[in-house]
């Protein structure tokens, strides 16, 4: 049985080829979150973003997450970089440029709190100052 979303080929409903929206990375490593530290910043109410362009012809959006000890304990700095995350796959694709990298930091008791559809509309408008 194929399920209803299934493309049909027959009717030529096929699916594109290749994704238009650029894939997202992660940064993992300490120099790159460095590297990160000593570019472009913006800080909005929910969190606070660095960006960097790459000197790399690697199409890939990079991005790091990290919340400090002052965000709160263990549940409430993963509930955070937890939100953080789905905010940056949601946004990114769609906002963020290809070959940078950004590293969005937590907030204390703002970025747990914080209802997601003005954290989307943070990080939008942190991208829009440091893209502007």
Known sequence: MTPPEAPDIAAGNTPPAVSSCPKLGILRKR???????????????????????RDDDDPTIRVGFTCSKKVGNAVARNRAKRRLREVARLVLPEVG??????????????????????????????LKKLHG
């Open 97 to 126: 440029r290809p070959g940078w990298d950004y590293v969005l930091i937590g907030r204390f008791e703002a970025t747990a709190a914080r209802p997601f559809t003005d954290l989307q509309g943070d990080l939008r408008y942190a």
């Open 31 to 53: 120099p790159d979150f460095l590297a990160a530290a000593r570019a472009r910043r913006q800080g909005t109410q929910g969190m606070m973003v660095q960006a960097r362009p």
